[in-house]
């Protein structure tokens, strides 16, 4: 069983009371909203409770972060991704959800839904009709109102009794003065008092306890029982309300911040999901601020809480966000920052793009994956402004979202900025060609072809070089997933036009260079097709190329097949699918669980073919497609199987089967990918 619940950055205090309460309503409930004001601690709660509770959900906890979106069109998409569906059908992105977790026992964790309530209500009311046997437990600042939900009020931490607050505000210290003893009568007393004030809720405890780097606890105390009594009537000071006490110690923390830090604090606002120096620079950087001086101003940040680490990257949280917005428009820089964000990824795409033939491929597919939400927010804002430059940038990391999970956000985002800017240009031709290769993936072969004539014209028209490639292996392979080998082969002849020629001189010619090998295995041209496949790998291994790579791994581990090698097929799946879960691509794995499993039934082990055929026939499910690919594996496949059903008998074969199609894709990779069939 396997989760993807985020792991904890910092230690965690008290709520053993919460948790308890919260472990019974997951026995009793389906629909758990934790709900309470912003810093409270709701998501942390949320993490302790779902790892708590996972034993008892065979199929995981599946956590989705809503925290980044800035609208609901992305909702889907999240909840998708996060219980590790990447549906490539033309099914509607909600209707492939309810289908996928029909069968599940899961638990699905909603995390910061206040901003989508109407959207989360909407789904969920979708989910939990189809899904019988998955619970949701969500968080956020409001419920959601829907039939059937429980809603549990998360509240600050005690400031009395056992102290949690107190001990979470040591804690803190401890962390950023780690000298510093909160024992003495002085300092025990000055604690009191800030725990009191900021009403033991854990993210003004958290920014106040970052102020101890530099500040005594007694001036901290000062500090914050002048500010409070300003705030306060004359008559004497009463609780505020706790929107008001969070809102009172974040403005605190910004006062205490030096300029630059209140500058960088603001512009980091625009960015809706996490974020790395390079990408904060690019955007931040300007007038007062230096590249240097944002670098540096990251880590004080940080240090002060403002900031949260995630491994290279950063994320602010939604409630430092909203102030930073807030100052971002007193200095009327949000259109200018938003402009700033969408060209920076503009040129990110731009750049992805350059790089996928290089060395940096597999980390471009990972960067592409960590800016998602960020780029998909340059592109919103980028239709509206710059459609043009919306087609660059939809085209540039299209085949990125194509291939690693996000097929119907590359197919939506192509279509809109094609719609938004009719005119012919050179940019329309690419993305006439990234919708058409989403298309295929869908299993549209007709709306494909057509799109590659389309863009084929268009590229001629432009004298566009590259562009013609790239239509070539767009209706090359159309024709050869249509079972039309034949035509693919004299389409990709066409376009490379006569040998000799260097395939790696662009990624266009790369990949027809790769439809040509396939169309030769169609064709039966088994020796040729080897060679050619064999030179094309050689050339992937010298320059660092894996996506090309691994399909020649897939001819190389057909081709063996055919001719009767079947340990040497099983060595190229197995690389095939290594390289393929480097950059994400579950369509792809699927493929290459067929042919390992083929292999390893070609070699008489009918049970293990058996187990691998599971595993595949999961990560099938995940793609929403029934098993694809082209025809002459399905015929591979099919006698492969035939002859694992014979080595142990059908329903030994059905049984191992069953239980391998029922474990987590990612756990079963990662047992096959170590050897253990």
């Known amino acids: 069983m396997a989760s993807n619940i985020p792991e904890e950055s910092t230690s965690f205090v008290g709520r053993q009371a919460e948790l308890r309460r919260i472990d019974d309503e997951l026995t009793e409930h389906r629909l758990i909203t934790l709900t309470g004001a912003g810093g409270v601690g709701k998501t942390r709660i949320a993490m302790r409770a779902a790892r708590a509770a996972a034993a008892r959900f065979p199929d995981g906890v599946c956590w989705a972060d809503l925290w980044p979106l800035q609208g609901d069109g992305l909702l889907v998409a999240s909840v998708c991704d996060a219980v590790g569906l990447a549906d490539h059908t033309a099914r509607t992105p909600v209707a492939a959800l309810c289908e996928w977790l029909a069968d599940k026992r899961l638990l699905l964790v909603l995390d910061s839904c206040e901003h989508l309530v109407d959207a989360c209500r909407d789904l969920l009311g979708d989910l939990l009709t189809a899904a019988p046997a998955v619970t949701v437990l969500v968080t956020s600042r409001q419920p959601l109102d829907i039939v059937g939900e429980w809603t549990t009020e998360i509240g600050p931490l005690p400031c009395t009794g056992d102290n949690d607050a107190l001990a979470l505000f040591t804690q803190r210290a401890g962390t950023a003065a780690p000298g510093l003893r909160l ?5 025990a007393q000055a604690a009191a008092v800030i725990c009191r004030r900021l009403e033991g809720i854990p993210l003004a405890l958290e920014l106040a306890g ?23 009537p004359a008559d004497g000071p009463v609780r505020l309300p706790r929107h008001r006490t969070l809102r009172c110690a974040i403005g605190w923390s910004h006062e205490l911040c030096a300029p630059l830090e209140r500058l960088l604090w603001a512009r980091l606002s625009v960015f809706r999901g996490t974020f790395d120096e390079e990408s904060a620079s690019a955007v931040c950087a300007g007038g007062p601020l230096t590249g240097p001086e944002v670098r ?24 430092l966000r909203e102030y930073g917005r807030m100052w971002l428009a007193e200095l009327d820089e949000v259109t200018a920052l938003a402009d700033r964000h969408a060209a920076h990824f503009a040129d990110f795409g731009r750049r992805a793009e350059l790089g996928w033939l290089g060395p940096e491929q597999v980390s471009w597919y990972r960067r592409v994956a960590d800016a998602h939400v960020d780029l998909c927010t340059a592109l919103d804002h980028l239709l509206v402004t710059d459609p043009e430059r919306a087609q660059q940038l939809s085209a540039s990391i299209g085949l990125f979202w194509s291939c690693c999970g996000h097929l119907h956000e590359a197919r ?3 279509a809109r900025s094609l719609a938004a800017q009719p005119e012919p240009s050179p940019a329309r031709t690419r993305a006439l060609w990234a919708l058409g290769v989403a298309v295929l993936l869908q299993g549209d072969l007709a709306l494909a072809d057509a799109l590659g004539l389309e863009c084929a014209r268009a590229a001629r028209a432009f004298d566009d070089a590259e562009a013609v490639l790239a239509a070539g292996y767009l209706i090359g392979l159309t024709h050869l997933i249509a079972g039309r080998p034949m035509s693919a082969h004299t389409v990709a002849e066409q376009v490379l036009g006569p040998p000799p020629y260097d395939p790696f001189d662009s990624p266009g010619r790369l990949r027809c260079q790769l439809v040509q090998i396939f169309a030769l295995t169609g064709l039966g041209e088994l020796s040729r ?13 010298e320059r660092g190329e894996y996506w090309t790579r691994s399909y020649t791994d897939y001819q190389l581990s057909l081709i063996s097949l055919l001719q009767g090698r079947p340990e040497e097929s ?7 699918l290594s390289a393929k879960q480097g950059i994400g691509d579950k369509f792809g794995i699927a493929l290459g669980l067929d042919l390992l499993a083929a292999a390893v039934a070609a070699q008489g082990d009918g ?7 599971g595993s595949g026939q999961a990560i099938w499910r995940t793609v929403g497609h029934p098993q694809r690919g082209t025809p002459e594996l399905r015929a591979v496949r099919e006698e492969c199987e035939q002859r694992a059903r014979a080595a142990i008998g059908d329903a030994a074969y059905a049984e191992l089967f069953h239980r391998a199609s029922e474990e987590r894709p990612g756990t079963s990779l990662a047992r096959i990918l170590a050897g253990d069939l």
């Open 412 to 414: 939506e985002y192509v």
């Open 607 to 613: 049970a293990a073919a058996a187990r691998v055929y």
């Open 183 to 187: 024992t003495t009568p002085l300092h």
């Open 570 to 576: 099983a060595e190229h799946a197995r690389a095939m």
């Open 296 to 319: 540096s101003t990251l880590a004080t940040l940080a240090a002060k809480s403002v900031l949260t680490r995630e491994g290279t990257r950063f994320r602010m949280l939604d409630t």
């Open 210 to 232: 970052a102020q101890l780097a530099h500040s005594s606890v007694e001036s901290i105390a000062e500090r914050l029982t002048s500010r409070f009594d300003t705030l306060d």
């Open 529 to 541: 097709a080897r060679a050619e496949a064999t030179a094309l790998r050689r050339g992937c291994v």
